[in-house]
């Protein structure tokens, strides 16, 4: 049986978790997650503290994507490449709503998401989080090498390893580590792992706290409400693989919410995807204005130390900080138990764009402009 | 679709004609509709949509009068009329600069938007309701005229236009004078919770809440109460309305309930964007985020399949049957761009016609094909709220210049005994400033850069005055005048041969002298806080500047045209019945403001949105026979 590409929260979203192949019922995650478990496919995960670091990393991995999301976002020059604009957008959301989504598991299960700590922001160039490191992101700007990574970080190579959450190496896979370990774990805690005291529910950040972003906040309450957190964090396209090219399913068209992979792949082949395109031929749809020249031309990975002969630039970018290091520290407390703190963020994510394209517009070495490091200070 | 005769067709896009075509469609009604405006702004997909908004951003950005009609194209062929062009008449000199003729004596002061989405593009977004005395001001003070409805005819109809606005509100701090326990319905909330009131609002509130003012020997109590808007906010999980659906069987429409909570209708181009009110306060002339309503959101929830919209096509014309007096067919412009007077013609049929086009526009086209005016009515009437600006400067720093443009609103002059004597009115808070009377904080700045002030002195200068300016506005009920008319001359044409709409207008003393009261109550404001008043009527240079008891007041449009055709018992003193119906054409209806027959002291949208459900209930009911 030809498994479903369509999410059953959502019918009219891509489901891009990697399908088992002839497992019958994956039409929802509950489905592969039961296959899984049928294969008797070992959890990697095993017990709370394992499933909490699981997910702590989820949260950092989702937000990992941000900072590259962003400096392609904030180099695209106001008032061109419209579409383009839209869509890294659409995607960056995306992944903030992931990233709030994971911690509200976290929550549900008596965990601490651990926004300010440390090592929080990755250091670029690098990988992501916890995976075996085979490919490297940076931040830099809107470019067809820049979309190339994104596609890698929405799309990996396959593997034919089973589900892990350490050294993994895609996405996918990572995720289905953390489906069998919360099913695993839960199982095997009398009474489940879901906290009922009202002061622990009360951290959840719901749909009056947070909007505008990627779709609807999930709270978490059940191991149900934990999947279908999960399936909204994988049906909007983290995972994908190669499998997807052999569906025969109708992918694309008018309503259909394509994955970041698909998205991505439009800006990059400027076309649309139509209706009766396929993931193997890719989009052959309305022609997409792309304007890879409209852009500041902003320096590869800079670091603050960079800066540190040009001392206006050196401190305009250490504002940049600051303003993403309240933002995060906005966000750390919202998820520890003051989610109505989330909406005061709002200012600071429009702080954010000003001060960043204020980076970009100004000169730096060799023809290049600076641009924001993402760097964690506190001042 | 593209059939040859529609269920019905529509003249305008505005919200008046989204929520009928939206309603007529999902009951399964063909519906054909007209649009003025360009093409491009009724795209309703997400790139189009986009493209066509951003568009409009940028012309705003750039225009150097941020006016209500700034970012919206102003279009050769079908002209907007624009507050830029009022201007002070000269004894028995018409103005003929603008798009209207104005005659005067004084001129008409409010503006509207002529394109796709109408003027909700550019509303203010205040939804409030309309009060029970406002419908029967003859019976109850013996002034203007009563309605043939009664609030509580209206009433389940306001409630489908707060679903279809989507207002943000709390209604138990609704409280207006006069009001029965009942106004609202057991347990009734807004979709939404209220839109945040501003710092401006505390802080003016602590001295105005219960400040007792004293007018024409009454006293009287002041209240300062959160303002329900078209905009998004937090949803309110005791809402539990869905859906405005067309029952058949019971010949009525109705509110069904769904077991999710409300979901705040985002942008046209991202459901994500516009979720929720920013605050970025340039909600008159555009919301950046779409998340102030407009009517293309009820545009883009009619059934697609059942509507055709053409677009750049200007009606002009009704043609009736001369022995059964039904219209037979509306026959319209279409011209071929913006910028060439070129056009061809068209005929739209369908079996029941309606007019949605603007109050002034409707009673235009009436006028130019000799319809529906046995009573000699239409284009009469016309009617706006006065508005008359006080402005001074706070002790401490209010910060103004924060969120939407009104807040909170004191109530306590929107009905009462007065109302014998003079005008009602309700006094919004401002929270931009001076801006619309002396064009602060622009006019600011140039004057003290003109003093020598620069660098970081202007800075302290600027954080010192403009942080201080406060606003305070009295939004005065204009009575119904048959002098106050719209009518059409041969003599004044538009580029592709159309009349331009010919104004007189004036305003008499019961209005005059709720000027005088409310300069009163402002007064007593100001000193309950502090406030040093700045407020300057120029007789020299404001268009409508009016003396009473040889006190000078200058008062501006509310950009609410009301009153062009108006609903009556009968067909001598009304130009449509109670059911929105012509009384002399029985296949075409009337539509939007220009059925009001007061205007009570709420901004009319709401009011109008919920007349015009009863309008599309009617048209089913007629259909349906």
Same mark, same amino acid.
């Given at each position: 049986?030809?498994a479903?590409?369509?999410q059953?929260?959502?019918?009219?979203?891509?489901?891009?978790?990697?399908m088992?192949?002839? $497992?019958g019922?994956?039409?929802?995650?509950?489905?592969?997650?039961?296959f899984?478990?049928?294969?008797?496919?070992e959890?990697?995960?095993?017990?709370?503290?394992?499933?909490?670091?699981?997910?702590?990393?989820? +949260?950092?991995?989702?937000?990992?994507?941000?900072?590259?999301y962003?400096?392609?976002l904030?180099?695209?020059?106001?008032?061109?490449?419209?579409?383009?604009t839209?869509?890294?957008?659409?995607? +960056?959301v995306?992944?903030?709503?992931?990233?709030?989504?994971?911690?509200?598991?976290?929550?549900a299960?008596g965990g601490?998401?651990k926004?300010?700590?440390?090592?929080?922001?990755?250091?670029?160039?690098?990988?992501?989080?916890?995976?075996?490191? $085979?490919?490297?992101?940076?931040?830099?700007?809107? $470019?067809?090498?820049s979309?190339? +990574?994104?596609?890698?970080?929405?799309?990996?190579?396959?593997?034919?390893?089973?589900?892990?959450?350490?050294?993994?190496?895609?996405?996918?896979?990572?995720?289905?580590g953390?489906?069998l370990?919360?099913?695993?774990v839960?199982?095997?805690?009398?009474?489940?792992?879901?906290?009922?005291?009202?002061?622990?529910q009360?951290?959840?950040?719901?749909p009056?706290?947070?909007?505008g972003?990627?779709? +609807?906040?999930?709270?978490?309450y059940?191991?149900?409400?934990?999947?279908?957190?999960?399936?909204?964090i994988?049906?909007q396209g983290?995972?994908?693989?190669?499998?997807?090219?052999?569906?025969?399913?109708?992918?694309?068209?008018q309503?259909?919410?394509y994955?970041?992979y698909?998205?991505?792949?439009?800006?990059?082949?400027?076309?649309?995807?139509?209706?009766?395109?396929?993931?193997?031929?890719?989009?052959?749809?309305?022609k997409?204005?792309?304007?890879?020249n409209?852009?500041?031309?902003?320096?590869?990975?800079?670091?603050?130390k960079?800066?540190e002969?040009?001392?206006?630039?050196?401190?305009?970018?250490?504002?940049?900080?600051?303003?993403?290091?309240?933002?995060?520290?906005n966000?750390h407390?919202?998820?520890?138990?003051?989610?109505?703190?989330?909406?005061?963020?709002?200012?600071?994510?429009?702080?954010?764009?000003?001060?960043?394209?204020?980076?970009?517009?100004?000169?730096f070495?060799?023809?290049y402009m600076?641009g924001p490091?993402?760097?964690?200070?506190?001042? | 679709?593209?059939v040859?005769?529609?269920?019905?067709?529509?003249?305008?896009?505005?919200?008046?004609?989204?929520?009928?075509?939206k309603?007529?469609?999902?009951?399964?009604?063909?519906?054909?509709?007209l649009?003025?405006g360009?093409?491009?702004?009724?795209?309703?997909?997400?790139?189009?949509?986009?493209?066509t908004?951003? *568009?409009?951003?940028?012309?705003?950005?750039?225009?150097?009068?941020?006016?209500?009609?700034?970012?919206?194209?102003?279009?050769?062929?079908?002209?907007s009329?624009?507050?830029?062009?009022?201007?002070?008449?000269?004894?028995?000199?018409?103005?003929?600069d603008?798009y209207?003729?104005?005659?005067?004596?004084?001129?008409?002061?409010?503006?509207?938007?002529?394109g796709?989405?109408?003027?909700?593009?550019?509303?203010?977004?205040?939804t409030?309701?309309?009060?029970? &005395?406002?419908?029967?001001?003859?019976?109850?003070? #013996?002034?203007?005229?009563?309605?043939?409805?009664?609030?509580?005819?209206?009433?389940?109809?306001?409630?489908?236009?707060?679903?279809?606005?989507?207002?943000?509100?709390?209604?138990?701090?609704?409280?207006?004078?006069?009001?029965?326990?009942?106004f609202?319905? *057991?347990?009734?909330v807004?979709?939404?919770?209220?839109?945040?009131?501003?710092y401006?609002?505390?802080e003016?509130?602590?001295?105005?809440?219960k400040?007792?003012?004293?007018?024409n020997?009454r006293e009287?109590?002041?209240? !300062?109460?959160?303002?329900?808007?078209?905009?998004?906010?937090v949803?309110?999980?005791?809402?539990?309305?869905?859906?405005?659906?067309?029952?058949?069987?019971?010949?009525?429409?109705?509110?069904?309930?769904?077991?999710?909570?409300y979901?705040?209708?985002g942008?046209?181009?991202?459901?994500?964007?516009?979720?929720? !009110?920013?605050?970025?306060?340039?909600?008159?002339?555009? !919301?950046?985020?779409?998340?102030?309503?407009?009517?293309?959101?009820?545009?883009?929830?009619?059934?697609q399949?059942?509507?055709?919209?053409?677009?750049?096509?200007?009606?002009?014309?009704? #043609?009736?049957?001369?022995?059964?007096?039904?219209?037979?067919?509306?026959?319209?412009?279409?011209?071929?761009t913006?910028?060439?007077?070129?056009?061809?013609?068209?005929?739209?049929?369908?079996?029941?016609?309606?007019?949605a086009a603007?109050?002034?526009?409707?009673?235009?086209?009436?006028?130019?094909?000799?319809?529906? &005016?046995?009573?000699?009515?239409?284009?009469?009437?016309?009617m706006?709220?006065l508005?008359?600006?006080?402005?001074?400067?706070t002790?401490? *720093?209010?910060?103004?210049?924060?969120?939407?443009?009104?807040?909170?609103?004191?109530?306590t002059f929107?009905?009462?005994?007065?109302?014998k004597?003079?005008?009602?009115?309700i006094?919004?808070?401002? #929270?931009?400033?001076?801006?619309?009377p002396?064009?602060?904080?622009g006019?600011?700045?140039?004057?003290?850069?003109?003093?020598?002030?620069?660098?970081?002195?202007?800075?302290?200068?600027?954080?010192?005055?403009?942080?201080r300016?406060f606003?305070?506005?009295?939004?005065?009920?204009?009575?119904?005048?048959?002098?106050n008319?719209?009518?059409i001359?041969?003599?004044?044409?538009?580029?592709?041969?159309?009349?331009?709409?010919?104004?007189?207008y004036?305003?008499?003393?019961?209005?005059?002298k709720?000027?005088?009261?409310?300069?009163?109550?402002?007064?007593?404001i100001?000193?309950?806080?502090?406030?040093?008043?700045?407020?300057?009527?120029?007789?020299?240079?404001?268009?409508?500047?009016?003396?009473?008891k040889?006190?000078?007041y200058?008062?501006?449009?509310?950009?609410h045209?009301?009153?062009?055709?108006?609903?009556?018992?009968?067909?001598?003193?009304?130009?449509?019945?109670?059911?929105?119906?012509?009384? &002399?054409?029985?296949?075409?209806?009337?539509?939007?403001?220009?059925n009001?027959?007061?205007?009570?002291?709420s901004n009319?949208?709401?009011?109008?949105?919920?007349?015009?459900?009863?309008?599309?209930? #009617?048209?089913?009911?007629?259909?349906? *026979?």
């Amino acid at each position: 049986m030809k498994a479903s590409f369509g999410q059953s929260n959502n019918p009219k979203r891509q489901k891009l978790i990697k399908m088992v192949p002839a $497992s019958g019922k994956a039409d929802s995650l509950l489905g592969e997650v039961a296959f899984l478990k049928l294969q008797a496919i070992e959890s990697p995960i095993k017990t709370l503290e394992e499933l909490k670091s699981a997910l702590q990393t989820a +949260v950092e991995l989702e937000h990992s994507t941000i900072p590259p999301y962003l400096c392609a976002l904030y180099s695209i020059k106001d008032g061109t490449n419209d579409i383009a604009t839209g869509i890294i957008r659409s995607v +960056v959301v995306e992944e903030m709503l992931h990233m709030i989504l994971a911690a509200n598991i976290l929550n549900a299960i008596g965990g601490t998401p651990k926004i300010d700590k440390e090592h929080f922001i990755p250091a670029y160039p690098g990988s992501l989080p916890d995976s075996d490191n $085979s490919f490297i992101i940076n931040l830099e700007k809107f $470019s067809k090498e820049s979309i190339e +990574v994104f596609l890698r970080i929405e799309k990996p190579e396959p593997t034919r390893e089973h589900p892990k959450v350490k050294d993994y190496h895609t996405i996918g896979q990572f995720y289905q580590g953390l489906m069998l370990g919360l099913e695993y774990v839960n199982d095997h805690t009398a009474g489940g792992i879901f906290l009922t005291d009202p002061e622990v529910q009360k951290r959840q950040i719901t749909p009056e706290h947070y909007y505008g972003s990627g779709g +609807v906040i999930v709270p978490v309450y059940t191991i149900d409400d934990a999947r279908l957190a999960i399936e909204e964090i994988v049906g909007q396209g983290e995972g994908i693989d190669d499998t997807i090219e052999d569906s025969d399913q109708k992918l694309f068209g008018q309503g259909i919410e394509y994955a970041h992979y698909f998205r991505f792949n439009e800006v990059l082949q400027e076309r649309m995807y139509c209706e009766n395109d396929t993931p193997k031929g890719g989009p052959t749809g309305e022609k997409i204005a792309v304007d890879w020249n409209a852009v500041h031309n902003m320096v590869t990975s800079p670091k603050i130390k960079d800066y540190e002969g040009y001392p206006e630039l050196y401190e305009k970018a250490r504002s940049f900080n600051q303003t993403y290091t309240q933002l995060l520290d906005n966000i750390h407390c919202a998820c520890d138990g003051k989610p109505e703190l989330l909406m005061k963020g709002i200012g600071l994510m429009y702080q954010l764009k000003y001060k960043a394209v204020e980076l970009m517009n100004i000169p730096f070495q060799d023809g290049y402009m600076a641009g924001p490091t993402f760097e964690l200070d506190r001042g | 679709m593209k059939v040859d005769n529609y269920d019905v067709v529509i003249v305008g896009s505005g919200i008046a004609g989204a929520v009928i075509a939206k309603t007529l469609t999902q009951a399964g009604k063909t519906v054909l509709m007209l649009e003025a405006g360009l093409q491009a702004g009724i795209a309703l997909d997400a790139e189009g949509s986009y493209k066509t908004y951003q *568009k409009y951003i940028e012309t705003f950005y750039n225009a150097p009068a941020k006016v209500p009609n700034s970012p919206y194209p102003d279009l050769k062929d079908a002209p907007s009329i624009d507050v830029l062009d009022i201007e002070k008449l000269q004894n028995g000199i018409p103005s003929t600069d603008g798009y209207l003729v104005q005659k005067g004596p004084l001129p008409f002061a409010s503006d509207c938007m002529r394109g796709p989405g109408g003027t909700t593009m550019h509303w203010l977004g205040t939804t409030l309701r309309m009060l029970p &005395n406002d419908f029967k001001m003859k019976t109850v003070y #013996n002034q203007n005229v009563d309605w043939p409805l009664t609030y509580d005819d209206l009433k389940p109809f306001y409630e489908m236009a707060e679903l279809e606005i989507g207002v943000a509100g709390n209604v138990s701090e609704q409280k207006y004078p006069d009001i029965p326990a009942d106004f609202f319905g *057991k347990d009734y909330v807004f979709p939404m919770e209220k839109i945040p009131q501003s710092y401006l609002d505390k802080e003016i509130g602590k001295k105005t809440e219960k400040l007792k003012v004293s007018l024409n020997r009454r006293e009287y109590e002041l209240t !300062c109460i959160s303002t329900p808007q078209g905009r998004n906010s937090v949803p309110n999980e005791a809402y539990k309305y869905g859906s405005i659906v067309w029952n058949a069987s019971k010949k009525k429409l109705q509110l069904e309930t769904q077991d999710q909570t409300y979901n705040p209708d985002g942008s046209l181009w991202d459901p994500y964007t516009g979720q929720r !009110c920013e605050g970025n306060a340039s909600c008159v002339p555009i !919301c950046p985020v779409q998340a102030k309503y407009n009517a293309l959101k009820t545009l883009r929830r009619a059934k697609q399949e059942n509507l055709d919209i053409i677009t750049q096509a200007v009606a002009y014309k009704i #043609n009736t049957d001369d022995h059964t007096n039904e219209v037979t067919g509306i026959e319209y412009k279409l011209y071929k761009t913006d910028r060439s007077s070129e056009y061809t013609t068209g005929i739209a049929k369908g079996k029941i016609y309606v007019l949605a086009a603007s109050a002034i526009e409707n009673a235009k086209i009436l006028l130019a094909s000799n319809v529906a &005016n046995r009573s000699d009515q239409v284009g009469r009437n016309l009617m706006d709220h006065l508005v008359m600006l006080t402005w001074g400067l706070t002790k401490d *720093k209010i910060y103004p210049y924060r969120g939407p443009g009104s807040t909170t609103n004191i109530p306590t002059f929107r009905d009462g005994e007065f109302r014998k004597e003079h005008a009602a009115w309700i006094s919004p808070l401002d #929270n931009w400033g001076w801006s619309w009377p002396v064009f602060s904080p622009g006019s600011d700045v140039g004057k003290a850069v003109s003093s020598g002030l620069f660098g970081k002195k202007l800075r302290e200068k600027m954080n010192e005055d403009v942080t201080r300016q406060f606003l305070l506005h009295f939004e005065v009920e204009q009575s119904p005048d048959p002098g106050n008319r719209v009518t059409i001359d041969p003599q004044y044409l538009d580029a592709i041969g159309n009349y331009r709409p010919v104004i007189t207008y004036n305003v008499g003393d019961y209005m005059l002298k709720a000027f005088e009261a409310s300069k009163i109550v402002s007064d007593q404001i100001f000193a309950a806080n502090g406030i040093k008043d700045f407020t300057y009527y120029n007789p020299k240079t404001d268009p409508d500047y009016v003396v009473y008891k040889e006190q000078g007041y200058t008062f501006r449009g509310a950009g609410h045209i009301v009153g062009t055709h108006r609903m009556g018992f009968t067909e001598d003193d009304s130009v449509v019945d109670k059911n929105q119906r012509s009384w &002399n054409h029985q296949n075409l209806y009337l539509v939007g403001c220009g059925n009001m027959p007061t205007l009570g002291t709420s901004n009319p949208t709401l009011t109008m949105t919920a007349l015009t459900f009863q309008a599309a209930e #009617n048209i089913l009911k007629q259909l349906q *026979k």
